[in-house]
């Protein structure tokens, strides 16, 4: 097993009392951590025991500070498994930040849209997932933990409420969380439609399971940067992915996702 005491003690040297949120920011998605006021940042190389961060898009500093009126924790970046790294690797930092004193989460990526639903640039609440990633961050241990309201509902109640009031479109869908590295086959892709999937990315799936395990409470919302498979499923004739367009998306919803992000954070209970 992992040892987390000694980045949990890392945080608390650097930062203090840990704060009652954090927020978990996605490929593309790092504008809003350039928004946090009075921000104290960290990269991820000195937080003793974290993994470092290798993937383009990916900073990889933690940014402690308020944001719309909250005392927040900003992961900007986050581990995947197509870097080499194991479940138990991944989901470090969300164990850290738990074990700190961390109380509610959100875990924000960016996505392709499986959903005839979904155009690029959409945002989608996270209402449920399904890990297809064939690994857990609790594989070892006998953790037999509740997933049937992984996505807390209250949490939900209040982005979609949040949502209406700043003007912003969200709909909501269920993620699921693939290995990658590569994009999906157009098979692959009718596959996650067949089995109930709205939306299907690289990350996100196994952070969930770590944080309800040590019963943080999660709010998730994609960006949907791209359809997956370029949408073939759906009868696009331009069917393929592009990872350049995939972060340029990103970037461009930036600002609407700031938004609703800022908009849901004085909502959510600790
Ligand atoms: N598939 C998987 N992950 C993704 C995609 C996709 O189409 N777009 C952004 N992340």
Known sequence: MI????PCLA?????????????????????????VEGARMVP?????????????GHAGELVVGRLAGRRVAVMRGRWHLYE????????????????????????????GGISGAFRPGDLMLITDQINMTGTSPLSGTPAFIDMSNAYDVPYRLA???????????????????VAGPQYETVAEVRMLAAVGADAVGMSTVLEVIAARHAGMRVLGLSCITNLAAGGAHLGSPVAQVDHAEVLRIGREAGAKFSTLVRAILPTLKP
């Open 84 to 111: 080499g790294y194991d479940a138990a690797q991944i989901t470090i930092g969300v164990r850290s930040l738990a074990r700190w004193g961390v109380k509610s989460l959100v875990l924000t990526n960016a996505a």
């Open 11 to 35: 945080l608390q040297d650097k930062f203090g009392e840990a704060p009652e949120l954090a927020i978990v920011l996605g490929s593309g998605l790092g504008l809003l951590a350039e928004s």
């Open 44 to 56: 991820y190389t000195e937080v003793a025991g974290w993994p470092m961060s290798t993937v383009a």
């Open 3 to 6: 040892d987390i005491r000694t």
């Open 159 to 177: 982005a979609i409420g949040a949502a209406q009031e700043s003007g912003v479109d969200l709909k909501p869908g269920v993620y699921a969380g």
